[in-house]
Each structure stands twice: as C-alpha cells, then as structure tokens.
C-alpha cells in the first residue's frame, strides 16, 4: 500500500479528531515528531559507540595495511556525517505552536511537511550510518584476515 499523500493524511486526522479538536490533533503529531527523535538518539547513540570504539581500537585496525587504513577512515568519517546530518537535520528545533496556519487544514500542511523533511533527514543520516558500518566493519575483517604478524604483511602494504 503505497504512503498516503499529505491530503489525504490531513484528512484522515481531520476525520479521527474532528476539525474542532485541536489538543488532540497536536498531541497526535507531537508523537510522531516523539518518534523521530527518539530514533534519532539512537542513531547518534550508534554514532557515538563508533566513535569510542575507534579510539581504542583504530590505530591497530589501520595499522594493518592501506586497505583497512582507508575502510575505517571512510567508515568513521562517514558516521560522523551522517550524525552531523541528523543533528543538523532533526534534532533542530521549531515548536508546533510557532507553525503557520489560521486554520487547522493549513497549519497541518505545513507541520506535516515539517515533520517530512526531518524523516528525509533522518533516512539520509540512518543510510550513511549503515554504510558507515559497513565500512568499518570490513575493515575489521581486512584486519582479522591480514594479522599484524602474517609473514606476508609487509607485500600488502
């Protein structure tokens, strides 16, 4: 079932809550925007685990050869983007009163459309998170494939 359009998400609160209902309409979008943020922290959590990790073990993990030099650089740095990106990009703050609208139809589409570009953001950050991983997840393989003391380290370097 593909996403409803905004309209039809305006008009499906406008027919659970009623037009007149205005707390309960807020209250109901308040949640979603709850939602959102609380992913968010836990991406930056994730983000921040990556981090410390690599300042434990990053050195010895880059010290394996270029190719898991490169991975874990790009893997890190990577991360550390897409945390800035949902930072910039979800974490920044509008209050729901401070949005435009004199009737409930208009300042729903705008808070929805607020509330869509902040899930954009989200999905860009979650994405470059996942590649970041994966980057510095392969470099932990190359690193556990090519010890430091495999007699042949040295012609991989």
């Known amino acids: 079932m593909p ?5 039809e998400e305006i008009d499906r609160i406008i027919q659970i809550y ?3 209902d205005i707390r309960s309409i807020m209250e ?14 836990v991406l930056l ?17 880059a010290g394996t050869n270029d190719v898991a030099k490169w991975l874990i650089i790009s893997g890190v740095a990577l991360v550390m983007i897409a945390a800035v990106t949902v930072c910039y990009g979800v974490l920044h703050l509008r ?26 953001f989200y999905r860009v950050g979650i ?3 996942m590649v ?8 932990i393989f190359v690193m556990l494939w090519w010890p430091l003391d495999f007699p042949g380290i040295n012609s991989i370097r």
Request: charged content about 15%.
């Open 3 to 7: 996403n409803p359009t905004q309209q």
């Open 18 to 20: 009623g037009r007149d």
């Open 28 to 41: 109901a979008v308040e949640r979603q925007f709850m939602v959102l943020h609380h992913r968010s922290q």
């Open 45 to 61: 959590g994730l983000s921040g685990i990556v981090i410390t990790t690599t300042g434990f073990s990053g050195r010895l993990i």
């Open 95 to 120: 209050w729901l009163t401070q949005h435009p609208g004199t009737q409930v139809e208009h300042w729903l589409s705008t808070t929805l459309a607020y509330r869509d570009r902040k899930t954009r």
């Open 127 to 129: 994405v470059m998170t």
């Open 132 to 139: 970041g991983l994966g980057l510095y997840v392969a470099s």
